[in-house]
């Protein structure tokens, strides 16, 4: 499994992924910190002009997170896909939170177990409940420095 930064061209993929619209994700990779898995068998040293603008199949990729950083937390602000994508992509925001000796907060709904797993085994502590999300209630869990 590869991780890079998600491109522009990513924005049809992650809109099958999170079940969103392409607009709406092309705004998330411009505003935001975007992360993608993608199987394994695609060369992560290949010239970025060369795949910056054909897309990215939904099919190569095993899941995508965002975040972003404000005050002294790191804040997941969507993270979907396979079980073992979301915990190396969970990852990514917990190792550039600790070189800034950031705390870090994921909100996880009650239909999404790998997260919650992949919080857990990285270390994460269930700190109530978050907020809801068109009606859906969420679980708050924080990762402190």
Known sequence: MNVRDALEADADALASI????????????????????????????????ESQYKGSDPEDLLGFISFDAKADTVHVTQLDGTGEACKRLLAEPVRFAERESMAVEVLVSPDTECIETAAQELGFERRGRGPRFDGSPTVRFRLEP
């Open 18 to 49: 999170a079940d969103s619209p392409t607009d709406v994700m092309r705004n998330l990779v411009h505003d935001r910190t975007v992360r993608v898995a993608e199987d394994g068998a695609h060369d992560p040293n290949m010239d970025v002009a």
